[in-house]
């Protein structure tokens, strides 16, 4: 079975501050990890994605995350965000199925 | 690029009626998925199919079953539609595989009166 915990629901910053998105994952196999972008109103678009490797990984829109196996996170990071980030964020990992987080909502604030 | 098309943005429906939503994928994957999305609960997995006729229950079927005749094309139907089924349904495919990504529709925000 594998999980996938987002603590924050929600999450406002400053434009221009940096932010961090927190994921922590369990599962009984090796797994991949993703994150996910839901705009209002559209389905959800991948960030990044982790499969091997570098644990340091970088996306697009300048989002980054990084794995780290023995705290089994996979936090998603970027340095200054803009308004145009405003959205929800999802943490996801990947055996056969794929199983998602319960969502950040992060809220840019002008 | 990978096109995942829901059949309908917003669907009204009445509580009893039987409900298709249909599903189709352009690049020839073999896995996909329905989820369903509400506030708070994130994406839920509701069935997924690995291939032609095939099918297995997510973490949450009840109520629900699901049609694949076809490669390109997962029908999720709501046998009798009741109104805590209304929520937004996201519908996705990928190829076999665990390392590729999971490509998304656009999603059907059904409403059930």
């Known amino acids: 079975a594998q999980s996938v915990t987002q603590l924050d629901s929600q999450v406002p910053v400053f434009e221009e501050a940096p932010v961090e998105l927190r994921c922590n994952y369990s599962s009984s196999v090796s797994v991949y990890l993703f994150w996910y972008v839901q705009y209002p109103n559209q389905g959800l678009q991948l960030l990044l994605k982790?499969?091997?490797?570098?644990?340091l990984v970088k996306g697009i829109n300048g989002f980054e995350a990084e794995f780290n196996k023995s705290q089994t996170s996979f936090h998603l990071r970027k340095p200054s965000v803009h308004i145009s980030d405003t959205a929800e964020y999802f943490c996801?990992?990947?055996?056969?199925?794929?199983?998602f987080g319960t969502g950040t909502k992060l809220q840019v604030i002008p | 690029d990978v096109k995942v098309t829901q059949s309908s943005r917003y669907l009204v429906k009445r509580t009893g009626e039987k409900v298709f939503l249909e599903c189709v994928q352009d690049?020839?994957?073999?896995?996909m998925f329905w989820y369903r999305q509400d506030p708070g609960l994130g994406l839920r997995l509701i069935y997924f199919s690995y291939d032609v006729k095939m099918k297995e229950k997510g973490d949450i079927p009840e109520g629900y079953s699901v049609s694949r005749e076809k490669k390109e094309r997962f029908s999720l139907i709501l046998e009798s539609a009741s109104t805590n089924q209304t929520s937004m349904y996201l519908c996705a495919s990928c190829p076999w595989g665990a390392t590729t990504e999971a490509f998304f529709g656009q999603g059907t925000r059904l409403t059930v009166v």
């Open positions: 690049m020839d994957h073999e896995n």
């Open positions: 996801a990992v990947r055996y056969q199925k794929v199983t």
């Open positions: 982790y499969l091997s490797g570098s644990t």
